[in-house]
Structure formats: C-alpha cells, structure tokens
C-alpha cells in the first residue's frame, strides 16, 4: 500500500494464532504466518444482522449485535488460524461448533466474572452498611478476577505470542488512521495500546456495571443473580457507545482521561510485536482496504468500530 490517503474506513481487528484478523464494514481479513514462513491472506465478506433489520443500528442494540457478530467471527478466525499456522488444510467451523464455542465461553464469563465476585461479596453482604459499598465491592472484586485472569493466561507462551500479534494490528491501525504509509518504520513507532481496545471495553463494562446495579438494591442473592443477568446486554450496550464515542474522539482530554485506566490495562494484553508480525497486520489491513477503499474524514478517521 503506498497511498493511504483513502485507507479502508471502518476497520476494527483482532490478534489470533500466528495471525491478525482485520474487518471493515463489509469484509473481513485475515492473514497468517504459515510454518514454511509465508504469510496466508484470506478475505470474506460479512452479513451483518443490521443490514437485515435496521432497528439493530439503535444505539445500544447495536453494541450487543455488535459483539455478538465479533465473538462469532473471532472464534472461525481463531480456528482457521490455527489450521493455517500449523500447515494444516482449513476446516470449515459449522455453525453448530461456534453455537457451542460461543455457548461455552458465555457461561464460563459469566460464572467467573458475574457470579463468582457476586456470591463472594454476598457471602458477607451483611457487613456492608448500605447497598452502594456492596455493588462498589462486588465490582472491584469483578475488576480484580479480570486483571488477575489476564495475568495468568499471559503466562502461557502461546497466547504471549497472540499479545504480540495484538500490538501489531494496534499499532498497524494506528499508522493508518494517522495517514501514513503501512511500512515497518511507521508502524513500528506507535503505542502497541488503542483506546478502541476489547480489553478497554471490558473495563469500562465493569465500571459501568457498578453504576448500573447500584440501582438495583441489594435483594436476596437470587435476585441479585438475576440483575445481574438481566443487566449484562444494557452494560454492554452502554460500554459500545462509550468506547465508539472515545475512538471518535482520541485526543480530547476527558476522553483521554476516562479511557486511561483501560489503556493501562491494555498493557497486560499487549506487547511490542517484531517486523515479521507486523507484515502480518498489514497483509491483513491490505486484504480489507482492498475490497472497501473509503476516504477518511478531514480528521484523519473513519466510522471506526471496537477492535479486539
């Protein structure tokens, strides 16, 4: 790519197994580095459910469709990634494993990050004065098993080399949004940290989480469940536009601020990738721009999406 004054708007990513996975508006991306050393580029494009039923594009729904359609698709890319990087033909993922996948990995993020700082902090609710300093613990307790749970997977050699691909399509998106040409030199001086960051969504989903259900009260610990349940799609929502609003809106002060926690955090989920994986980022960003080159605004952005 060697003029990017009309990159691909649009573009979100995720890291994968020996790969980077980039998406635009209607297509998708990923490329991967093969054992014998080249790099595997596949582009697709996408359904997205709102283009079937307008009333998804609402603030709010759209953020829960909007993750829903990211962890369907992150599960394929993962899978196929895992193939490519080992050699392996592509096995197609039916729709009844990502069901599954997805259905697996939605009960275990909510035992671990919804139920279990729950009942732990109901176990003692009764040493609480009132409601607010339960929810508040309750969501430290959440915040604590997040960064904790981070720590431990990044222990694993496997998922090390995935933060690095991690920091190479931030950085990769960052050089694109600033105009620049896609070569190693550019890229390589930006912050492998984004404010459009999943781990950023996380916490600010967990912040909110503790705004949100100090409404609720503190009923009986089936209630409480309950609540919780119930008010996860409304978080999510929320904590899509808050997160849109701030990759909309990187460089003012208040958005810096609020979103400065996250970007911390972001540096447990990131690290400074080399030259081989950010060829990987920029095959990917290539395989989109080239199906949807659309100019950027005269603030150097496009209708950006929350990124991986």
């Not at 459910?49 to 698709?73: H, T």
């Not at 009764?126 to 915040?143: K, M, Q, W, Y």
């Amino acid at each position: 790519m060697s003029d990017h004054k009309q990159p691909a708007a649009s573009i979100g990513g995720q890291a994968v197994i020996e790969g980077v996975m980039m998406r635009g508006k209607r297509h998708w991306a990923l490329a991967v580095r093969r054992p014998d050393g080249d790099i595997s580029v596949r582009s697709e494009p996408l359904d997205p459910l709102a283009d079937r039923y307008p009333i998804l594009k609402w603030p709010i729904l759209r953020g829960i469709i909007a993750l829903w359609e990211s962890m369907s698709l992150g599960i394929r890319t993962l899978a196929i990634s895992a193939n490519e990087s080992m050699g392996e033909e592509d096995e197609e993922v039916s729709k009844g494993e990502m069901a599954l996948s997805l259905g697996i990995g939605i009960v275990i993020a909510v035992a671990l990050f919804v139920v279990l700082p729950l009942v732990a902090a109901g176990s003692v609710k009764d040493s609480f004065p009132n409601s607010a300093s339960f929810v508040f613990a309750e969501g430290v307790l959440r915040i604590i098993i997040l960064v904790l749970y981070i720590l431990a997977v990044s222990r694993i050699k496997q998922l090390r080399r995935v933060f690095e691909y991690h920091g190479a399509e931030h950085k990769t998106i960052h050089a694109l949004e600033s105009g620049l040409e896609l070569n190693p030199e550019n890229i390589k001086r930006f912050s492998p940290v984004h404010p459009r960051c999943g781990t950023s969504f996380l916490l600010i989903v967990m912040v909110l989480a503790i705004l949100v259900f100090s409404l609720v009260g503190l009923p009986g610990i089936f209630w409480l469940v309950v609540s919780r349940l119930i008010g996860i799609p409304l978080i999510v929502g929320l904590s899509y536009e808050v997160i849109k609003y701030a990759g909309k809106h990187k460089h003012s002060r208040a958005m810096r601020i609020i979103m400065y926690p996250g970007m911390l955090l972001q540096r447990l989920t990131t690290r400074e990738p080399d030259i081989s994986q950010i060829e990987v980022a920029v095959k990917a960003l290539e395989g989109v721009a080239a199906l949807e080159p659309v100019e950027m605004d005269d603030t150097g952005r496009g209708d950006v999406e929350v990124m991986a």
